[in-house]
């Protein structure tokens, strides 16, 4: 009979971890930049190999306004 107790672990904590940098993305489109650290923060620790988590952990500011300049006449 296969043992299964260890089968899978791996890959359960990186999905984990790629729902929750999804969902810090999310919390950031939202303007919500607290819960979006933490996300982050839960990202890293179920997979500290993913180099996109750490750099959506830099601290989460709002993005500039981007504005339409007027054109010349």
């Given amino acids: 009979m296969p043992d299964f107790r260890n089968a899978g672990s791996r890959q359960d904590t ?6 929750y940098y999804i969902l810090a993305n999310c919390y950031y489109e939202l303007g919500q930049y607290a819960e979006s650290v933490t996300a982050y923060q839960k990202a890293i620790r179920r997979d500290d190999t993913n180099a ?5 952990w830099q601290w989460p500011r709002p993005r500039p306004a981007t504005r339409a300049r007027p054109l010349p006449r």
Wanted: charged letters at 35%; proline letters at 0%.
């Fill in 52 to 56: 996109r988590y750490y750099r959506g």
């Fill in 14 to 19: 990186a999905a984990d971890g790629e729902f």
